[in-house]
């Protein structure tokens, strides 16, 4: 028998767990690999770099309003489809697949609720619907929730998350929209009454043209892309570059578009103050 034989090895084979999908979000601001419940309980605010995920329209309301006081307004109200649009998909078809991937009718939820306790008056887009674009369902529900806030003599909050602007699917239609929130939004300015605007990101064309931009105060979470068209468009048509951080939050409010910005996590108790002591 040799003196040093072959040794003997035993191979234990370690078989990975399966981490189930879903769990983990990569920030797009700082690339973090974030825990989804615990980016959920703060808001889906990174903890690390203070990055802003977009809210859909019902985590927004959730946010704002006092739970089990919302009531919200004209559920069931649906676009036509007026100039029978045909294109690599009918517009029929886009609302009914948007319908489906959102579970929401169109892309603005309306109502009335308690923000700490205060009644108001609010309206919040949802960039996944048509990427928030106002047609005249979204219009129509806008204009009745600012009608019932004067009507109500209530405070009107609109949160605006919008890349879509007009929503061209409905050609002239869509555009009346713009005059027809901006004349209710005047009488309820002339009653005496508080409208305060956030913008989020993105809020661009039609809807930052017409009732985002028409607040008595006009809130923004950082960072937010806000204007009517994107910096390459106006590049490319000015000839010129545009400065670093052009309609961002941060670039507006120094140069006077909005009033302010306000961390997600602070804005209840902003929207509280601003309407305890204008409101």
């Avoid at 973090?32 to 203070?50: R, S």
């Avoid at 007026?82 to 109502?111: M, N, R």
């Avoid at 108001?120 to 047609?135: K, L, N, P």
């Amino acid at each position: 028998m040799p003196l040093f034989g072959k040794p003997k090895y035993t191979i234990v084979r370690i078989k990975k767990k399966d981490i189930p999908d879903g769990l983990w979000t990569k920030c797009e601001g700082c690339s973090e690999a974030l825990y989804n419940k615990a980016l959920e309980e703060n808001l889906k605010v990174c903890p690390k770099c203070g990055y802003h995920f977009t809210l859909d329209a019902k985590e927004r309301v959730k946010t704002i309003i006092d739970e089990g006081t919302f009531n919200e307004f004209d559920q069931d109200m649906t676009s036509l489809d007026p100039l029978s649009f045909k294109g690599p998909k009918t517009y029929k078809d886009k609302l009914s697949e948007d319908q489906a991937a959102t579970g929401l009718v169109d892309a603005v939820i309306t109502g009335e609720g308690a923000l700490s306790g205060k009644k108001v008056s609010i309206a919040v887009t949802d960039s996944r619907f048509i990427m928030g674009s106002m047609g005249s369902v979204v219009g129509e529900k806008i204009t009745r929730a600012i009608e019932f806030a004067t009507k109500e003599k209530l405070p009107l909050i609109i949160v605006s998350g919008s890349g879509g602007g007009a929503r061209m699917y409905e050609g002239m239609y869509s555009l009346m929209q713009m005059a027809k929130t901006s004349v209710a939004l005047s009488s309820h300015n002339k009653a005496g009454l508080l409208f305060i605007s956030v913008l989020t990101n993105p809020t661009m064309a039609g809807v930052m043209a017409s009732f985002a931009g028409l607040g008595d105060v006009i809130i923004a979470e950082p960072k937010a892309l806000i204007g009517f068209t994107g910096p390459r468009v106006i590049e490319q048509t000015i000839k010129q570059k545009l400065p670093p951080g052009f309609q961002r939050s941060e670039f507006l409010v120094e140069h006077g578009l909005i009033d302010m910005i306000v961390n997600r996590k602070s804005l209840k108790s902003t929207l509280f103050s601003l309407i305890d002591y204008l409101g």
